[in-house]
Nanobody, 115 residues
C-alpha cells in the first residue's frame, strides 16, 4: 500500500506560479515512478509530468518549458513547479504512484487560474 497526500493548489492569476507537493508513505520501495495528472471539468484525466526512479522526466507538450517536476527521495516527496500559468491549466491535479499492478492516486488538489 502507498498513501499519497497532495498540497499546494489554489487560485492564481494568469502568469503566476504555484508549487504542488505530494508526499508518499507506505511501501515506498515499490514505486517505479511518480507523476502528476490533471482533470478539467468535462475532460479526461491527462498526464502532466512524470519522473522515474532514476529521475528521468517527461512532460505533456502543453506544459513543456513552464512546468518542472522534481523529487526529494529523502522526503519521499514529488513536486510540480508551475510557472506562467494559463487559464487552461485550471483542473484538479492528482499525484500518481506507479506501482504494479494498478498504481495509487492522491485525493487531488484544485488549481484555478483566473484570466
Amino acid at each position: 500500500q502507498v498513501q499519497l497526500v497532495e498540497s499546494g493548489g489554489g487560485l492564481v492569476q494568469a502568469g503566476g506560479s504555484l508549487r504542488l507537493s505530494c508526499a508518499a508513505s507506505g511501501s515506498i520501495f515499490s514505486i517505479n515512478a511518480l507523476g502528476w495528472y490533471r482533470q478539467a471539468p468535462g475532460k479526461q484525466r491527462e498526464l502532466v509530468a512524470r519522473i522515474s526512479h532514476s529521475s528521468s522526466t517527461n512532460y505533456a507538450d502543453s506544459v513543456k518549458g513552464r512546468f518542472t517536476i522534481s523529487r526529494d527521495n529523502a522526503k519521499n516527496t514529488v513536486y510540480l513547479q508551475m510557472n506562467s500559468l494559463k487559464p487552461e491549466d485550471t483542473a484538479v491535479y492528482y499525484c500518481n504512484a506507479e506501482v504494479a499492478p494498478n498504481g495509487y492516486w492522491g485525493q487531488g488538489t484544485q488549481v484555478t487560474v483566473s484570466s
